[in-house]
């Protein structure tokens, strides 16, 4: 990471690797990571709004992505067990990407099904729709990550993390911008909630993803990829395949049944301490995830004791991947780049989970949000992700990561401005061009930066622990956007988010001088 044995491209070199068809198939593979993401958050935020849902219950609803934060628990599930029959057709990789893809599928059909405004019990499915929609989008997370590390030298990581941005945002502009005109095409708005045109845009989302199917058949599995590093028995697979299942049942189960007890004690809470109750109502919804993740611990740790799994292969799968990477960074050194990891992201996430909602308060259209935002903010994107790569290949990941890091968090100060100007269009304009060429420098950047922390020996979970690490606060955090927005208004809101992404500059700066003196 801006070391002197960091590998460089020339311009002409960085030039020409865009032909590369391994680059070209990132750009598919990322359209079909982009087009999930925005039927959990903004475009579910939209039909949620519409539907009559309240603002608070909308925002909170993003923490059905926390599949994303959590994929480093089941990673090893995707990276270990071989799936019958289509393992030894397809590969390791591209059997666990179909079946991602399937699931994906299956789960916006699932949500197309259920109309959230006719009763809470639907909402409670819908929500549970979206958290299968989250869990098998971050599966396949798992795997095009593992393959886009795994497929090529480490020189091209940047240009390869590019194209990706390219297609993920794109598919992203599907889900986000397509659905909106299609939903307004289809005679839903704002006063006048159609369901049934929320059913057919969202069954045109799951038909869309059969571009990612057909990406995945016919690209060649990763020569890394194929290689089976550990080979247990059918038996040995399955017991840990229970292992898997019984610690996430733990999880949910007292995650589940904690939600009274928690609620009663942020009421005792705020009755002792009224004037900190959103702060204390946070700590404790924090209080009560930590409890569930102790549960699955201790559940895993009795399921060892009891033989059922080979503890041999527990700590091959789970243990060996965080052990090397503390090995060869040091645990100082380690410390600081997980915290980095865990707060690069941190305001433009916390930002972006309200930002529709922003849009439609400030009383822009659907169509405007969806032109604008959407189809021109691609555009924005695309040329960063574009710039980020040539730069990053250039002049190295550290300068590009502290560029894309400081421009992030500076470009949310535009939004305080959007914020008291009204519906102006030209002010909007300027907002997602700014914000959008930053956010497209900043993530090409990062990718690079956390594809280069990954051992090859321990691709799918490592790579999958540093992103589930990477979204895991700001997801938090952001399910608390909406009270927060409530409680002070937009302008204090972004200027807060602003003031959030400054401590990530002096982390970047750490980060690169332990590493350069290594």
């Given at each position: 990471?801006?070391?002197?044995?960091?590998?460089?491209?020339?311009?002409?070199?960085?030039?020409?690797?865009?032909?590369?068809?391994?680059?070209?198939?990132?750009?598919?593979?990322?359209?079909?990571?982009?087009?999930?993401?925005?039927?959990?958050?903004?475009?579910?935020?939209?039909?949620?709004?519409?539907?009559?849902?309240?603002?608070?219950?909308?925002?909170?609803?993003?923490?059905?992505?926390?599949?994303?934060?959590?994929?480093?628990?089941?990673?090893?599930?995707?990276?270990?067990?071989?799936?019958?029959?289509?393992?030894?057709?397809?590969?390791?990789?591209?059997?666990?990407?179909?079946?991602?893809?399937?699931?994906?599928?299956?789960?916006?059909?699932?949500?197309?099904?259920?109309?959230?405004?006719?009763?809470?019990?639907?909402?409670?499915?819908?929500?549970?729709?979206?958290?299968?929609?989250?869990?098998?989008?971050?599966?396949?997370?798992?795997?095009?990550?593992?393959?886009?590390?795994?497929?090529?030298?480490?020189?091209?990581?940047?240009?390869?993390?590019?194209?990706?941005?390219?297609?993920?945002?794109?598919?992203?502009?599907?889900?986000?911008?397509?659905?909106?005109?299609?939903?307004?095409?289809?005679?839903?708005?704002?006063?006048?909630?159609?369901?049934?045109?929320?059913?057919?845009?969202?069954?045109?989302?799951?038909?869309?993803?059969?571009?990612?199917?057909?990406?995945?058949?016919?690209?060649?599995?990763?020569?890394?990829?194929?290689?089976?590093?550990?080979?247990?028995?059918?038996?040995?697979?399955?017991?840990?395949?229970?292992?898997?299942?019984?610690?996430?049942?733990?999880?949910?189960?007292?995650?589940?049944?904690?939600?009274?007890?928690?609620?009663?004690?942020?009421?005792?809470?705020?009755?002792?301490?009224?004037?900190?109750?959103?702060?204390?109502?946070?700590?404790?919804?924090?209080?009560?995830?930590?409890?569930?993740?102790?549960?699955?611990?201790?559940?895993?740790?009795?399921?060892?004791?009891?033989?059922?799994?080979?503890?041999?292969?527990?700590?091959?799968?789970?243990?060996?991947?965080?052990?090397?990477?503390?090995?060869?960074y040091g645990g100082k050194t380690a410390l600081v780049i997980l915290l980095l990891v865990g707060f690069y992201r941190l305001s433009?996430?916390?930002?972006?989970?309200?930002?529709?909602?922003?849009?439609?308060?400030?009383?822009?259209?659907?169509?405007?949000?969806?032109?604008?935002?959407?189809?021109?903010?691609?555009?924005?994107?695309?040329?960063?992700?574009?710039?980020?790569?040539?730069?990053?290949?250039?002049?190295?990941?550290?300068?590009?990561?502290?560029?894309?890091?400081?421009?992030?968090?500076?470009?949310?100060?535009?939004?305080?401005?959007?914020?008291?100007?009204?519906t102006d269009v030209t002010m909007l304009t300027l907002v997602i061009a700014a914000d959008n060429l930053s956010a497209g420098i900043?993530?090409?950047?990062?990718?690079?930066?956390?594809?280069?922390?990954?051992?090859?020996?321990?691709?799918?979970?490592?790579?999958?622990?540093?992103?589930?690490?990477?979204?895991?606060?700001?997801?938090?955090?952001?399910?608390?956007?909406?009270?927060?927005?409530?409680?002070?208004?937009?302008?204090?809101?972004?200027?807060?988010?602003?003031?959030?992404?400054?401590?990530?500059?002096?982390?970047?700066?750490?980060?690169?001088?332990?590493?350069n003196e290594k």
């Amino acid at each position: 990471m801006g070391g002197s044995n960091e590998e460089k491209l020339s311009w002409k070199e960085s030039l020409t690797v865009w032909t590369d068809p391994k680059v070209i198939a990132m750009l598919f593979l990322g359209f079909s990571a982009g087009i999930p993401l925005l039927l959990i958050f903004s475009t579910l935020s939209v039909w949620l709004r519409e539907a009559g849902v309240a603002r608070a219950a909308v925002t909170f609803f993003s923490w059905a992505a926390l599949g994303y934060s959590f994929k480093f628990i089941w990673a090893p599930v995707v990276d270990l067990m071989p799936l019958p029959l289509l393992t030894r057709k397809l590969g390791r990789r591209r059997s666990w990407l179909l079946v991602a893809q399937a699931a994906i599928i299956c789960a916006i059909i699932w949500m197309a099904s259920i109309d959230p405004a006719d009763n809470i019990n639907n909402l409670t499915m819908m929500a549970m729709a979206a958290v299968m929609l989250g869990f098998s989008s971050a599966t396949q997370d798992i795997v095009i990550d593992a393959y886009r590390i795994e497929c090529s030298k480490t020189a091209m990581q940047a240009m390869l993390a590019s194209t990706y941005i390219a297609g993920y945002r794109t598919g992203m502009l599907v889900a986000g911008a397509g659905s909106l005109f299609l939903a307004s095409y289809l005679g839903t708005k704002t006063g006048s909630y159609s369901y049934s045109a929320w059913k057919v845009t969202y069954l045109c989302m799951a038909a869309v993803m059969m571009a990612g199917v057909v990406t995945t058949l016919f690209i060649d599995e990763p020569e890394e990829g194929g290689k089976a590093r550990h080979v247990y028995s059918v038996n040995e697979y399955l017991r840990f395949l229970l292992l898997f299942l019984l610690v996430i049942s733990a999880f949910a189960v007292t995650f589940f049944y904690s939600a009274d007890y928690s609620t009663a004690l942020k009421d005792s809470v705020a009755t002792l301490f009224p004037a900190g109750g959103k702060i204390t109502g946070f700590l404790v919804e924090l209080l009560r995830f930590l409890f569930a993740v102790g549960a699955a611990l201790v559940a895993a740790k009795i399921i060892e004791l009891t033989g059922v799994v080979d503890p041999r292969m527990v700590r091959q799968t789970y243990i060996a991947p965080i052990k090397d990477f503390f090995v060869r960074y040091g645990g100082k050194t380690a410390l600081v780049i997980l915290l980095l990891v865990g707060f690069y992201r941190l305001s433009d996430i916390v930002l972006g989970v309200v930002s529709n909602v922003f849009y439609l308060d400030m009383g822009f259209s659907k169509n405007v949000i969806a032109g604008i935002t959407k189809s021109f903010g691609l555009a924005m994107i695309l040329a960063g992700g574009f710039l980020g790569g040539m730069l990053t290949v250039r002049f190295g990941v550290n300068k590009i990561l502290f560029l894309g890091a400081f421009l992030s968090s500076i470009t949310n100060l535009l939004f305080m401005a959007l914020a008291g100007s009204g519906t102006d269009v030209t002010m909007l304009t300027l907002v997602i061009a700014a914000d959008n060429l930053s956010a497209g420098i900043a993530t090409t950047a990062f990718i690079a930066f956390l594809s280069s922390l990954t051992s090859i020996s321990f691709t799918a979970v490592q790579y999958a622990i540093f992103s589930s690490l990477m979204t895991l606060f700001p997801k938090l955090i952001g399910g608390y956007s909406g009270t927060m927005v409530s409680t002070m208004g937009y302008e204090k809101f972004f200027l807060i988010t602003a003031v959030m992404g400054l401590p990530v500059l002096l982390l970047i700066w750490l980060v690169g001088r332990v590493l350069n003196e290594k």
